[in-house]
């Protein structure tokens, strides 16, 4: 399972102070002179930490060391405690432009690498003999480093049996499959060779901001021009999803309407070879390149021309071609919010839901460009006319995005009132804090009829602000997973100067209208529903330095509530919530969808931390269905499982999600709730407090 969890929250791009060293007209190259000015102007916002001091200095340390080996997989412990004294006084190093200490760590890191592959190549020579026996304890949290070369050597003795087992799971040789690994070894030794110094600055500088909490971050330049991507919802390009495979750069996806998919030439899984620039600029190899070092060959400026050289492997000989395609601007669709209407029959009444899926709050500041707030109120104005008869905001999926975006889009479903309130430092005391309210003031209640609200614990961060906020102003029933991820922190991006990227620091923490932190518990589901990733390992707790919660008090708005005329609307009452429930509760137990998630939930139980290699291969041969023939998942015209489906294939998919089809069956039943006789709207005039406890039974 692959989960793509966006955690940033932005609030505004500010222009950087301009330091003394970095006024220089060119775009300047990261060194050694420019990490202290930058670790203090984190300092100068963050919303627990004022100075350097030991205490964050070990935990960047700490991080550090991370980047480098968070998997375990080549420091030994010693080199751990080495690099830890190494680095001891890393603040006063950096702050005398000294990153010597850094230099060390990472020819140490190389050393070990390069041990690894050694050994690599000798465990897998003529003697080697596969034992489906051996057992590995994959995740590293649950594992100690290895305390010497003899434990080390013992420990990917059975990491290189379980990859053996992986492959020999596909079918693939032994033979192949030792080569395969060997060359495995031999690109991650090429990798860390090739990192550079301005990515090593780059990765002790994100140490430093996730030292201060999980959600503090650098961002390269790379790293934010990915950033600016997300948020805009577009880029300039061939229009093709790309990875990294075995050292090739390999087309994932062809984005529809881009120029790759327009040329009818290119397919999936074709392997970019070379990339050369305009109508005759020489080719450029990238076979072994970096994956963010290919893609930035391939995009440019709307207009001009690429040429790529293409591998495609066939049945009979591989093909090799050239495509020359115009980069055009494209439209990443699929991250923009999207309405499906589907029909239920509850009681014998007819009911359209609105399926509201709202991937993300992007937003874009420049003149027209989009946002989820304005896009969401076309389409509930689409909805409207369309007559639907209940609406899913679907979040499950959405790991935040804008702040503003998040306030219009609550907004959206009452009338006037307070959304979120954030927190921030006001001087460099950090006993004095300052709370900022953040509130709707467009009158127009968008969306008044019953709504559900779809979370699982990917849901974080602004997404929460607008299922809290909801469910505080008991507008919404909260339908999905136990609870949302539990991010209730702020950041901002603030760009530094010409080539040296942004920083984004956690400014504050918000809470929703009901004076809830939503930082570690999350948002909880009125209506929770079997998910597999309602797992401990799944949520803000689990992070490093994750910041604590906190309590204020309630600002709900009288405004907010609309008891009559257009736009009113129904506090829901804990009796309505309870018959949806038990509704909810007679289907999820006899559903399909739901079966296979508590069986899957029940496989990972017992599973348990140590896998037996063998049973990888025992598990495929229980899978394989002996009437299909075997393919070649990377022939032309020969796809397998794993490769990217179209965007009518993917949306048929999420349409026969379990928590979806629910959602909408919640939706359903709330809406011929909300049509009975025995429901009246609340009385006008009626308060928040009064709103909150009135039942709309009586």
């Not at 964050?56 to 375990?72: A, C, M, P, W, Y």
């Not at 570690?520 to 803000?540: C, F, I, K, M, Q």
């Amino acid at each position: 399972m692959r989960i793509f969890i966006y955690l940033a929250l932005l609030i505004n791009f500010a222009a950087a102070p301009a330091y003394a060293q970095f006024q220089r007209p060119q775009a300047l190259e990261l060194s050694c002179v420019h990490l202290y000015p930058i670790q203090m102007k984190y300092l100068e916002k963050h919303v627990n930490f004022s100075k350097l001091n030991p205490n964050l200095e070990n935990r960047t340390v700490e991080q550090f060391i991370k980047r480098l080996d968070g998997s375990k997989l080549y420091l030994l412990d010693k080199d751990v405690k080495d690099l830890t004294k190494l680095m001891g006084k890393v603040f006063d190093n950096t702050k005398g432009k000294d990153c010597s200490a850094l230099d060390k760590a990472n020819e140490m890191f190389i050393k070990r690498v390069e041990e690894r592959v050694a050994y690599a190549k000798k465990f897998l020579g003529p003697k080697f003999k596969y034992d489906p026996k051996a057992q590995i304890q994959r995740d590293p949290q649950d594992r100690p480093r290895p305390k010497s070369m003899a434990e080390a050597n013992k420990f990917h003795e059975n990491y290189m049996q379980y990859q053996v087992a992986s492959y020999l799971a596909t079918d693939m040789k032994l033979e192949e499959a030792k080569q395969q690994i060997v060359r495995n070894y031999e690109r991650a030794l090429k990798r860390v060779q090739e990192f550079k110094k301005e990515d090593l600055l780059a990765s002790y500088l994100d140490s430093f901001a996730r030292a201060l909490d999980p959600h503090s971050s650098y961002l390269s330049d790379d790293a934010l021009q990915d950033f600016e991507i997300q948020m805009r919802l577009s880029l300039e390009g061939i229009g093709a999803t790309l990875s990294s495979q075995d050292g090739f750069t390999v087309i994932e996806q062809l984005i529809p309407g881009g120029a790759a998919a327009g040329s009818g030439k290119l397919k999936n899984k074709d392997r970019i070879i070379a990339v050369g620039q305009g109508k005759d600029g020489a080719f450029t190899n990238v076979i072994e390149m970096e994956l963010r070092d290919v893609v930035k060959l391939i995009r440019g400026p709307k207009g001009s021309e690429v040429r790529l050289k293409i591998l495609r492997k066939s049945t009979k000989d591989p093909q090799r071609f050239e495509v020359t395609l115009v980069r055009d601007k494209i439209k990443l669709e699929d991250d923009a919010a999207a309405i499906t209407y589907m029909d239920r029959e509850v009681n014998g009444q007819k009911v359209k839901v609105g399926l509201l899926n709202l991937p993300s709050f992007y937003a874009d500041n420049r003149k027209n460009g989009p946002s989820a707030s304005t896009d969401m109120k076309k389409l509930l104005a689409d909805a409207v006319k369309n007559k639907a008869d209940a609406i899913v905001l679907d979040l499950s999926q959405n790991g935040g995005g804008s702040l503003r975006d998040a306030v219009d889009i609550a907004g959206l479903f009452f009338g006037t009132g307070n959304v979120v309130k954030q927190s921030q430092r006001v001087t460099s005391e950090l006993e004095q804090v300052n709370y900022e309210t953040l509130r709707d003031t467009d009158a127009t209640v968008d969306w008044a009829g019953p709504l559900v609200v779809l979370i699982s614990r990917v849901s974080a961060s602004a997404s929460e602000i607008v299922s809290g906020t909801l469910q505080d102003y008991k507008r919404a029933v909260v339908v999905g997973g136990d609870h949302t991820f539990g991010k209730g922190t702020v950041q901002s991006v603030e760009y530094l100067p010409p080539g040296l990227g942004a920083i984004k620091t956690t400014v504050g923490m918000f809470f929703t209208a009901g004076g809830e932190s939503t930082q570690h518990r999350g948002v909880n589901s009125d209506l929770a529903l079997p998910s597999t990733y309602s797992v401990d390992e799944v949520g803000e707790k689990t992070l490093d330095y994750s910041l604590p919660p906190k309590k204020i008090q309630e600002f709900l708005s009288p405004a907010a509530y609309v008891s009559e005329g257009k736009g009113a609307w129904l506090p829901l009452s804990k009796d309505v919530i309870k018959r949806l429930k038990d509704k909810s509760a007679a289907r999820v137990a006899t559903a399909d969808g739901f079966k296979k998630i508590r069986e899957d939930i029940e496989k990972n139980k017992k599973r348990g931390k140590m896998i037996i290699v063998g049973d990888l291969v025992k598990d495929q041969e229980a899978n394989k269905d002996p009437s299909k023939k075997k393919k070649d998942p990377e022939a032309e015209g020969e796809e397998d499982e794993t490769a990217n489906l179209s965007r009518e294939e993917r949306k048929k998919k999420y349409l026969e999600r379990a928590d979806v089809l629910e959602a909408v069956n919640v939706a359903a039943d709330l809406a011929v709730e909300l049509k009975s006789p025995t429901i009246k709207v609340g009385v006008k005039g009626t308060s928040p407090q009064e709103a909150k406890a009135q039942s709309v039974d009586n």
